[in-house]
């Protein structure tokens, strides 16, 4: 029996895309992320393959602090389908859950202190590699 996931064609880079952009994050934040050997045209090219290697995906999932099966298994047609379904004309959505799994102040507080590690490691990056041409120059 051919399970509903190998019907389905899920395309793995641009999931990477739509979960990056969700993020707010720029191809750019997201090559520093994964290494020297990573720069914004790679990214784009990365984004546009359909299936990304295990090894790699781990790594980005890593980058993005997502699951990697959120970019293996997330089908946006069946996203909108389910909400198309659920939400018809005059009706409301409502969804009791006493049990809430997170908090969305905690996550945004969270993307925001990575955010800021990102800009901090850059701007020391950047002084040491202003020291580095000081001491050139001054030789």
């Not at 890593?62 to 069946?78: G, K, M, R, S, T």
């Not at 005059?90 to 102040?105: A, H, I, L, R, T």
């Given at each position: 029996?051919?399970?509903?996931?190998?019907?389905?064609?899920?395309?793995?880079?641009?999931?990477?895309?739509?979960?990056?952009?969700?993020?707010?994050?720029?191809?750019?934040a997201l090559a520093y992320?994964?290494?020297?050997?990573?720069?914004?045209?790679?990214?784009?090219?990365?984004?546009?393959?359909?299936?990304?290697?295990?090894?790699?995906?781990?790594?980005?999932?890593?980058?993005?602090?997502?699951?990697?099966?959120?970019?293996?298994?997330?089908?946006?047609?069946?996203?909108?389908?389910?909400?198309?379904?659920?939400?018809?004309?005059?009706?409301?959505?409502?969804?009791?859950?006493?049990?809430?799994?997170?908090?969305?102040?905690?996550?945004?507080?969270?993307?925001?202190?990575?955010?800021?590690?990102?800009?901090?490691?850059?701007?020391?990056?950047?002084?040491?590699m202003m020291a580095r041409?000081?001491?050139?120059?001054?030789?």
């Amino acid at each position: 029996m051919i399970s509903d996931t190998q019907h389905r064609k899920i395309h793995q880079g641009r999931n990477v895309k739509r979960f990056r952009e969700m993020l707010g994050m720029k191809q750019n934040a997201l090559a520093y992320e994964l290494g020297e050997d990573w720069n914004q045209q790679r990214i784009s090219l990365l984004e546009q393959k359909e299936v990304i290697e295990a090894p790699l995906l781990s790594q980005i999932s890593e980058a993005l602090h997502i699951p990697v099966e959120a970019i293996q298994n997330f089908d946006e047609e069946q996203a909108v389908n389910i909400i198309a379904n659920t939400f018809g004309d005059y009706s409301v959505g409502y969804q009791k859950n006493d049990n809430p799994v997170f908090n969305p102040v905690d996550q945004i507080l969270k993307l925001h202190e990575e955010k800021i590690a990102l800009y901090e490691r850059m701007l020391k990056e950047k002084d040491e590699m202003m020291a580095r041409l000081e001491r050139l120059i001054g030789k």
